[in-house]
């Protein structure tokens, strides 16, 4: 008696949506809300996350059409949002988020939870809200998020 073996190809893996990140998730739906009027709401999800993956050629482009202001800080802010939301997710301890933009000059982000100052962010003009790629608008979120939770962790009790 002969046995052959057969080879199968393995099953190929499903790749895991880029865009299915829990940060990119909640920034899409910080978007989406600050969307009132509907502007973008035939984007893609991905369309208005590529926005803020910009090259120095793209950025030199956006910084002299005013056509992106309003996108800009709709991003800018939804940015901050995202991060402010999964803080409070995470400490359990309500969040609260003021974004002051101004054209050219330094913008700012503060986070609080639950009383504590746990993040600021001085931002040089908001049009320059931009990230190499998308793992590092990840990463930069991320480590947010990382170092607000374990400052509100020295001064409010909670389990993360």
């Known amino acids: 008696m002969v046995q052959a073996i057969t080879l199968e190809n393995p099953p190929k893996l499903n790749k895991l949506n880029k865009f299915q990140h829990p ?3 909640e920034l899409i739906k910080q978007i989406r809300l600050a969307d009132s009027f509907g502007q973008y709401s035939d984007w893609s999800d ?3 996350i590529e926005q803020l993956i910009i090259s120095s050629d793209q950025e030199e482009l956006y910084s002299k059409n005013l056509n992106f202001e309003t996108l800009n800080q709709l991003l800018t802010k939804a940015f901050y949002k ?15 988020i003021f ?10 982000a503060v986070i609080s939870c639950g009383g504590v100052l746990v993040l600021y962010s001085l931002i040089w003009g908001y049009r320059r809200l931009s990230f190499l790629s998308l793992s590092e ?5 991320e480590t947010n998020i990382r170092n607000a939770v374990n400052k509100a962790s020295l001064y409010l009790n909670f389990v993360y």
Request: charged share 20%.
């Open 23 to 25: 940060f990119l998730q």
């Open 137 to 141: 608008l990840i990463e930069s979120a």
């Open 82 to 96: 995202a991060i402010g939301t999964i803080i409070e997710s995470k400490t359990g301890h309500s969040t609260e």
């Open 46 to 48: 991905e369309l208005l």
């Open 99 to 108: 974004i002051h933009l101004r054209s050219k000059e330094f913008s700012s």
